[in-house]
Every structure is written in C-alpha cells, then in structure tokens.
C-alpha cells in the first residue's frame, strides 16, 4: 500500500515510538509532584517543551502543551475573546473562509451566538488571502480580538501572506493568530519571540509601504525566512511531523494576555489538567528530528521536486486535470508547501475515486482529513473560486519526507488507471440512461 494521505504519510517515527514506550514505562508520574519520580518526569517535560521553542526560535516558556492542535486554536480565539470583551462589548474576529473546521467553525458559532462579530478576508482566485482589504477591516482596531490566518492551507498547500499581514497587525496593535499546522515541522520557521510596543505613528501607518514583494513576505515556501515573523499566537500540532497524535501546542508572544479555558496550575496556569507526559515527550522527539532534517536545504529541494514530477505527470496525462492552487513550476518559487498537491478532476466524484484508489494500493484524501466522508464539496475550494464540479471531483495527495520517486511513479500509474476506469465507467452509465 502506498500512502499519500496527510495523516498516513507522518506516522510516528522510530525515535519518537521509543521515547514513548520509555516514558510509559518509567515516567508515568504526575510531573506536578515533588517526590523524585515527579521530578523526572516534570524534566521529561520540560526538555520537549525546549525541543519545541527550538523549532521555532523561541523561548520555553512561551509554550503551552495541549491535547489537540484543535485545542489549541480554541484555547487561543476564545482566550482572546475573553480578554477583549474586559473592554468591548461585541468583540471582532477576522478571519478567512478557507481555514481548518477548527477556526472556521468556532468563529461561526460564536458570531451564530452573539459572542462576537466575525468578519471574513476574501480570497483571491489562487486560493491567497488578499491582504490589502485587511487595512479597511481594522479601523476600530480597539474592537479586534484577533485577526486568524492559517499560514499554510491544509487542502491546497497554498501558503499565505502572513508577513503581510503580520506586519498590518503590528501597526495597529492587533493581536494576530496564526495556525501553523501545516507549516511548522515542514519548513523552516522563525517567529519574533520578543515584546512589541506599538508607536501611535506606527499604527496609523499605511500597510502598503511595508507590504512585502512576495506571496510570504521575507521568504518563499523554499527558504529560511530572513527576519522573524511578526506572529503573536502561533498553535501546531507534532502529528503533521511525525509525532504522536494527542499533543497540540501554542506559542505565545510575550506580552500577549490569554485567560485559561480549561482552569488549573499546569502549563503556567495558561491550561489545566495533568500533562500527557509520554505524548509531551514523543513530540519534542519529533521537533529536534523536523529541525535536524529541516537543516539540510537539499531535503526541501528533493521533496520539491517530487511534488512538481507527481503534478505534471498527472496533469500531462489526465485531460482536463487542474491543480487546485498556484500552478508550481520547477525550479522556481511557488507560494505552495511541497507535501501538498490538490488535484481536480472534473466530472468525477471524488469518494467513488478514492474508494477505487484505495483498492488498487493507494490511499489518499478528498479534502480535508478532519472532514473526510463528506458527499459535499469542499468549502475551501469553492471559496477560492473552484467549478463546483472540479471541486467535487478533488483529491487531496500528500507526501512525506520519507517518500521516494519509485512510490511517487507507482501512484502515478495507480492514479492513471483508476480515472481512465472510472471514467470509462461514468461514459457507460451515461451511455444507458441516454
């Protein structure tokens, strides 16, 4: 079976399996406790929260453990919202419509139920949030509790202005969430870990001047960035760079006030309840080897490269096959992650095919995983601007690290066969009724 599935592509690797099976067995104490084995464990803990700060260039300290990447976007925007609302009655989150279910779906039903007013960033038809309608969105700034943007999008790949927007955010003291799930293990990542005081001149300063020249401001999907990102909130998750399922994290810029949800004296009184400790353990396992592969630029390059063969074969051999995202070409800059590629296929339904995939030695995703079953069409794709019949007819493929050119060539061959014979089948059943 070949796996180009999201989440089938990153299970656990055999360093973070041992860390855990370890843990388990000789660091299952309450970490909160002061007899030794406590103590123990409470070191385990705090040497992956320093694995994880490493990742992503901040401090310790500034990171709160989870049990879900989704919890930590809830934490996040209702922590924020609480905040806010000490200050404004109705508080506003800005948002866009092609986020995870995670954000999208808590900000409706929060707007659903008169906690806030949600206001949403359109998107441009290659599936980029338009950062220059923000701007007009933050002119009662003092009423924002957060602006979210994804930085790269679980669907498509696509990766977001977030420098842009970032640094609109800045100029008007807003606090701007980022969720990094699909960002942070997978490239490389520098966030601004320090205190930022906002000038009155500085907010009233027009975004434009310091928007950035590309899609990602300071750096492609390809290179280091080359100044820290100006992030306040950024959550992940270590499954997405095999680590263990169950842990999310949350970074927090100093400075930034979130009330706790989940109430107790853990994580700094930022989130209650015992930590997982062999989970905590296994995904700073999965942050110090994502941060070791992610040193050696060839690994990008190599991934890259696999990524662009894998679509441009397809799309050679498959008439009326689309990229659903900014086309890739080789060797140059693309605002796309390179484990991502959403492929539509017009006039075919997108579970028929995976079903057929899955027979033939495949599996794959329509969508999102977190949505998988679905007989809709995406949202995200038809808030890019998808056809609803490209869009119903979409899969989602993603490699790994790990994946190599002869499995890359044989899901080609697989994927081949499975639309000329479903579509083979669609021409005969039209063929019967006709």
């Avoid at 370890?22 to 660091?27: V, W």
């Avoid at 320093?50 to 049990?67: H, N, S, W």
């Avoid at 441009?312 to 605002?335: D, K, S, W």
Wanted: one cysteine or more; aromatic letters at 4%; hydrophobic letters at 40%.
């Amino acid at each position: 079976m070949i796996y180009l599935d999201n989440n089938a592509t990153t299970r656990p690797s055999p360093g973070v399996v041992a860390a855990m099976h370890d843990a388990l067995e000789n660091c299952w104490h309450n970490p909160s406790s002061i007899h030794r084995a406590g103590q123990l464990a409470r070191q385990k803990v705090e040497l992956a929260r320093k694995e994880t700060a490493d990742l992503i260039g901040a401090k310790p300290r500034q990171i709160v453990f989870t049990a879900s990447g989704t919890e930590s976007i809830d934490l996040v925007i209702r922590g924020l919202v609480d905040f806010k609302r000490r200050t404004a009655d109705k508080p506003v989150v800005i948002t866009t419509p092609i986020e995870h279910g995670a954000v999208r779906e808590l900000v409706h039903d929060l707007a659903k139920r008169g906690v806030i007013e949600e206001r949403i960033l359109p998107v441009k038809h290659a599936g980029l949030v338009d950062a220059d309608a923000l701007p007009a969105m933050l002119e009662d700034a003092n009423r924002v509790a957060c602006v979210s943007v994804m930085w790269a999008n679980n669907e498509t790949g696509v990766v977001q202005p977030i420098d842009a927007i970032g640094t609109i955010c800045r100029q008007r003291n807003v606090t701007f969430h980022c969720d990094g799930t699909q960002w942070v293990g997978k490239m490389p990542t520098r966030i601004d870990p320090g205190e930022r005081s906002v000038s009155p001149s500085e907010r009233g300063a027009q975004a434009s001047a310091a928007a950035p020249a590309n899609h990602n401001g300071s750096h492609t999907p390809d290179t280091t960035p080359a100044s820290p990102t100006p992030i306040d909130v950024l959550t992940f998750a270590p499954h997405k760079f095999y680590g263990p399922k169950g842990v999310g994290m949350v970074w927090l810029r100093r400075g930034v006030r979130l009330p706790p949800q989940i109430h107790g004296s853990q994580e700094l009184g930022r989130r209650g309840g015992t930590e997982n400790v062999p989970g905590i353990v296994g995904a700073g396992v999965a942050c110090r080897e994502a941060r070791e592969w992610l040193a050696d630029p060839d690994n990008l390059r190599r991934q890259r490269d696999l990524r662009d063969h894998f679509e441009q074969t397809i799309l050679e051999a498959v008439p009326g096959a689309v990229v659903n995202g900014p086309a890739c070409v080789r060797n140059q800059p693309c605002p796309r992650m390179w484990n991502t590629s959403s492929i539509g296929f017009p006039r075919l339904e997108a579970e028929a095919l995976l079903m057929l995939l899955s027979e033939m030695g495949l599996c794959a995703s329509a969508g999102s995983a977190c949505s998988s079953g679905s007989l809709e069409p995406s949202p995200v794709l038809l808030a890019m601007g998808c056809a609803r019949e490209t869009a119903h007819g979409s899969i989602r493929f993603s490699i790994s690290r790990e994946t190599t050119r002869p499995e890359i060539d044989e899901a080609v061959r697989i994927i081949l066969a499975a639309v000329n014979r479903l579509k083979q089948s669609v021409a005969s059943l039209q063929e019967v009724r006709g």
